[in-house]
């Protein structure tokens, strides 16, 4: 029973890694960039919803839907003034600038918002699933969590699939410049891709929150290294790869902490990366590419 | 164009050298203009007749509520002796910096003090900006008194002292508490690996917890970058059957170990050190989830005692909260410095070095009954010797045990 316990704590936990790696598995996917500032947008989604409903009292539904128009606009900001002008540099500088945003974030929200640590209060209001008399608790966190990932996976492959602007993205992301020839609008399209990235991440952010209800301007940060290891794990680029990857790492998390050891656990996180990255390198289900000689 | 920006920049550059070294020279003069703490009056200050109290301590960031407790306990300790006539007839002038919980800072603010001429230091609040502080004011012979700073290598140096129990006392003392009051036969331990002051306090307490009458059945640890989810390590309690978890750790994780628990429906005890002090003042915690919390802690708001209640109502007046032990530490250090530097016949010209050598001896005489304990005595070491108290928080306040 206990057993079944853990598994339970590591999906939640996966969940919430599989949220926020199906941000960076997008962008990663299709403008070619690890956007490292992820897990600090993911922060200022949680902050824009605490400060509305907490402080202002605005119910949770409509205070996490300006959540998610802040972040789109704060997402395609960042693209516009940081990683633009970048467009031609190499990947490195990107990655750089990247790493700078998030700790212009970071450092944003300890101005505004003081490093203390504040209490997020849960806009999940789905019951608990209580089985076995009591001796197993799903939280409605984790349920919500779950759901969210599901519905997030199926809207944006059959976008990807399905729609012109999704289409376009797809040709970005095999040829830039191909696709520039084609007539499809690339700086519009990798826009796009981050304005999606980023509303995603104001979910991220609600759904973190919730589950574990402390925000401080380093909330986003450390669950942002997972993600992008889940992400990495699940194959980078890759969207069911991000969710597969986000729970097993949870799992895999939990299960080290309560049988090997509770201190080692990111270690041992850490290591399944790396042995699945030797073995497979493109990740559980990452496309492998061949480079054109 | 680009000449004429180049030019400036240098211009600009040269000036701000020139700035740095006029901006240490006026400062040593004692016209602090930048600090927002200063007590005594500025007209001594010239004469030279004051003694100059430096404090440091984060009164911004995550451990903010421990520095400004520090800091406003401190402050009404040397506003009423500088009302009863001050230290050997010397006024207390007092600046307090801030640090962050951070080393690095709290070294800068150490140098800013200096800059000041501070003659003794009140601090720093936290263990591990103390340790790198201790290395510096024992490189300049400062003394130094921390009135919460429960690390060991806080007082390593024979120039450093503590108000507070050192973080292997807490553990020895929490286990000996837990055991003499029978509140417990199982219990689960919850700490942070990754950190000093934790995981020093848990290796004391499970060394004491062979000699108590209990059993340590699940003792579970947690790193910095692994502190958002407790529910693996709640649920390994449970299964243990433990009826208390000991938390020798900070109010932030506590409260969502406490969140925490709550939903899975788990009630055992929880007991802390002085870590969970503050618990009470996390922005949007349900106060409700910390009823029947236990805390090691050398003093309870709600005592009856004369000097409690006289602290407490200025605190009150003057601050608008009810102090924690942070502020009662701070209150006390103050007190204890007075008493050190009239036993060593301390004067306001002597050199902060000179000060050191006379206080530190006296440390080791006095007998000091404060806030925090009855007749408080100090070994060569730097440690106090006073007995251990509890307090539970009841109906959202703390209330002393027995």
């Not at chain 1, 919803?49 to 802040?70: C, D, N, Q």
């Not at chain 1, 097993?248 to 990111?266: F, N, R």
């Not at chain 2, 006026?26 to 430096?54: L, P, V, Y």
């Not at chain 2, 070294?107 to 103390?130: E, F, I, R």
Request: with cysteine; glycine share 10%.
């Amino acid at each position: 029973m206990s057993f079944l316990n853990y598994l339970i704590n590591g999906v939640s936990l996966g969940s919430v890694y599989a949220i926020i790696a199906l941000g960076y598995t997008m962008v990663y996917g299709i403008a070619k960039m690890l956007n490292f500032a992820h897990g600090d947008v993911i922060m200022v989604g949680g902050f824009v919803v605490f400060t509305l409903s907490t402080r202002m009292g605005v119910s949770p539904v409509v205070a996490v839907l300006i959540s998610i128009v802040v972040c789109t606009c704060l997402g395609m900001t960042i693209e516009r003034i940081a990683y633009k002008p970048l467009r031609s540099a190499t990947s490195l500088a990107v990655l750089i600038t990247a790493i700078g945003v998030s700790y212009f974030l970071q450092n944003l929200a300890l101005i505004l918002f003081g490093s203390d640590i504040k209490l997020f209060t849960s806009v999940v209001k789905v019951k608990p699933l209580v089985i076995a008399d009591g001796q197993i608790t799903i939280t409605g966190e984790t349920i919500v969590t779950i759901i969210a990932c599901m519905i997030i996976m199926i809207v944006l492959t059959t976008f990807i699939k399905k729609t012109k602007a999704g289409q376009a993205m797809l040709a970005v992301s095999e040829d830039k410049g191909a696709a520039e020839l084609m007539g499809v609008n690339v700086n519009a399209t990798i826009s796009l891709t981050f304005a999606i990235g980023s509303g995603l991440a104001a979910i991220a952010g609600v759904l973190l929150c919730s589950a574990y209800p402390s925000l401080n301007p380093y909330t986003g940060s450390m669950p942002g290294i997972k993600a992008f290891v889940a992400a990495v794990f699940g194959g980078i680029g890759s969207i069911p790869g991000a969710l597969i990857g986000g729970i097993l790492l949870g799992v895999i998390e939990s299960l080290s902490k309560s049988y090997i050891s509770s201190q080692m656990a990111d270690a041992i996180v850490f290591s399944v990366l790396i042995i699945v990255l030797l073995v497979k390198p493109t990740g559980l289900l990452g496309k492998k590419i061949s480079e054109k000689v | 164009m680009k000449k004429i920006t180049s030019m400036l920049l240098a211009v600009v550059l040269g000036a701000t050298l020139l700035c740095g070294c006029g901006g240490a020279a006026t400062e040593t003069t004692g016209t602090d203009t930048a600090t927002e703490n200063t007590s005594a009056d500025a007209g001594s200050a010239a004469t030279g007749a004051t003694f100059k109290i430096g404090g440091i301590g984060p009164i911004t960031g995550g451990a903010a509520v421990y520095g400004n407790a520090v800091k406003n306990g401190a402050q009404i300790a040397i506003d009423e002796i500088n009302a009863a006539g001050g230290i050997n007839g010397a006024q207390i002038e007092y600046k307090f910096e801030d640090d962050e919980h951070d080393a690095e800072k709290a070294v800068n603010a150490y140098n800013t003090l200096k800059d000041w001429n501070m003659q003794l230091l009140m601090g720093t609040v936290t263990s591990a900006p103390c340790v790198a502080v201790s290395e510096k004011t024992k490189e300049d012979n400062i003394f130094q008194l921390t009135p919460s700073g429960t690390s060991v290598p806080c007082t390593q140096y024979e120039n450093a002292f503590r108000v507070c129990f050192s973080d292997p006392q807490q553990g020895t003392a929490s286990a000996q508490y837990i055991g003499q009051n029978n509140l417990s036969s199982k219990l689960a331990v919850i700490y942070d690996s990754s950190d000093v002051y934790s995981s020093g306090i848990y290796e004391k307490f499970a060394a004491e917890a062979a000699n108590q009458p209990f059993e340590i059945v699940a003792a579970e640890a947690f790193t910095a970058d692994n502190k958002t989810d407790f529910t693996t390590q709640l649920q390994k309690a449970k299964d243990a059957g433990a009826d208390l978890i000991f938390l020798p750790i900070y109010y932030q994780e506590a409260t969502l170990i406490l969140s925490q628990a709550d939903t899975m429906g788990y009630e055992p005890t929880f007991f802390g050190c002085d870590g969970l002090d503050g618990i009470l003042g996390v922005e949007n915690f349900d106060n409700k989830l910390a009823e029947g919390v236990m805390l090691l802690t050398p003093f309870a708001a709600d005592a009856k005692d004369d000097a409690t209640v006289n602290f407490v109502s200025q605190y009150n007046t003057k601050y608008g909260e009810t102090p924690n032990q942070f502020a009662a530490d701070a209150y006390d250090a103050i007190y204890i410095m007075k008493a050190a530097m009239e036993k060593a016949g301390c004067t306001p010209d002597m050199s902060a070095s000179d000060i050191c050598n006379a206080v530190k001896g006296a440390m080791l005489e006095i007998s000091v009954d404060g806030l925090t304990g009855a007749g408080m005595s100090w070994t060569a070491d730097g440690e106090v010797n006073k007995a251990p108290k509890a307090v539970v928080i009841k109906d959202g306040v703390y209330v002393a045990m027995d």
